[in-house]
């Protein structure tokens, strides 16, 4: 079965400082790989996507940048963190059935100070 | 740009009672997807529709696609504990590889 491991888990940086957040997926090849945001409280915002390496799709104009340099690495960065940035970051992982549906990791929760 | 609407935002009910979630879409999808969110957790997949007008039951939740493909529901029957928690429905319209997910329903349930 698939799996997706996330980390770090958890992370609290200062504003102003870069950040990485590294996925990656076991259990499947070829996926489309998703990173989304959610603040506290509130729905899952996409903010990258990719469906193959190398090929990005951003969603929103932000500070952050999205790279996959291997078929089951995503990773999620930027060069200078703001207070807004904080949220809980999801890596998702299309499965092996075709059908469409989404596993999640752990997901990464991140604090801007 | 595609945008996918939950209502309502959060539900509070008594152990027992049912729960109904509405997805509503600004465009036709080609399928929609349920996820639950445990309280401190990641989405996990529920089911997926495809058809026009499709019922899907699992034990006590029972999902609906709209004729037009615009819209969904999730119904839960007889609300347990176990129920809490928030429901998304996320909705694709093209083969372009992107969920949009709404912005979910949280529910709590009183013992």
């Known amino acids: 079965s698939q799996t997706i491991h996330q980390w770090p888990a958890t992370l609290v940086q200062p504003v102003g400082s870069p950040l990485s957040l590294e996925c990656t997926v076991e259990?499947?090849?070829?996926?489309?790989l998703y990173w989304y945001r959610q603040a506290a409280g509130r729905g899952l915002q996409l903010l990258f996507y990719s469906v193959g390496i190398g090929q990005i799709s951003s969603e929103v104009p932000q500070n952050l940048s999205a790279s996959r340099p291997q078929d089951r690495q995503f990773i999620l960065s930027s060069k200078k963190l703001l207070l807004s940035d904080s949220g809980f970051y999801l890596c998702?992982?299309?499965?092996?059935?075709?059908?469409?549906?989404?596993?999640f990791g752990e997901g990464s929760r991140l604090t801007v100070l | 740009g595609q945008q996918v609407m939950q209502i309502p935002q959060y539900q509070h009910v008594q152990e027992g009672e049912d729960f109904t979630t509405y997805c509503n879409s600004s465009?036709?999808?080609?399928?929609i997807q349920w996820y639950k969110q445990r309280p401190g957790g990641h989405p996990v997949f529920l089911i997926q529709?495809?058809?026009?007008?499709e019922v899907k039951k699992q034990k006590r939740l029972t999902f609906q696609f709209g004729e037009a493909k615009k819209n969904s529901s999730l119904h839960i029957t007889a609300t347990q504990t176990t129920d809490v928690g928030t429901y998304f429905c996320?909705?694709?319209?093209?083969?372009?590889?992107?969920?949009?997910f709404g912005q979910g329903t949280t529910l709590q349930v009183k013992p």
């Open positions: 996320a909705g694709s319209s093209s083969n372009t590889g992107k969920l949009i």
């Open positions: 259990g499947t090849s070829n996926p489309n």
């Open positions: 529709l495809v058809k026009s007008g």
């Open positions: 998702a992982s299309t499965g092996t059935s075709g059908a469409g549906e989404l596993f």
């Open positions: 465009t036709t999808l080609s399928n």
